[in-house]
């Protein structure tokens, strides 16, 4: 297998507030120095450095908050409620939950506040009697 220089990047982890990164020797393949990079993107999660999941939570939420305008816009215009359910569940939902099992259980109280938030303002698009 043949690495791609222009694709490949360094991602360290450390914890240790003593160690510089910039100090290490840097990653060199067949010449190319390989950037060093603190978040990357990889299968559509992003990680971090320090291994939390704010970068992807606000990069999910982003998505969702683009994709919310479609809602929002079926509703105005008088699609039945279940055609509007089945689009959340396609367009929506899916993105929110890529991959939960791989950073859901690292949240933090906030950052699973900001997803539930998100949902709620779909379900009161959908069912505003309800909420």
């Excluded at 100090?23 to 999660?45: A, H, M, Q, S, Y």
């Amino acid at each position: 297998m043949a690495i791609n220089t222009n694709k490949t990047k360094e991602l360290v982890i450390c914890f240790s507030k003593k160690v510089n990164i910039t100090d290490n020797p840097r990653l060199c393949i067949n010449g190319t120095e390989i950037d060093i990079v603190t978040t990357f993107k990889l299968l559509g999660v992003i990680i971090s450095s320090d291994l939390s999941w704010d970068w992807h939570v606000a990069y999910t939420l982003h998505k969702v908050a683009k994709r919310m305008y479609c809602i929002n816009y079926l509703v105005r215009s008088g699609v039945p409620t279940h055609d509007i359910l089945c689009a959340y569940c396609s367009v929506i939902r899916y993105v929110l939950e890529y991959a939960c099992a791989i950073w859901h259980p690292g949240l933090t109280k906030k950052l699973s506040q900001d997803i539930e938030r998100a949902q709620k303002h779909c379900l009161k698009l959908l069912y505003p009697a309800v909420v």
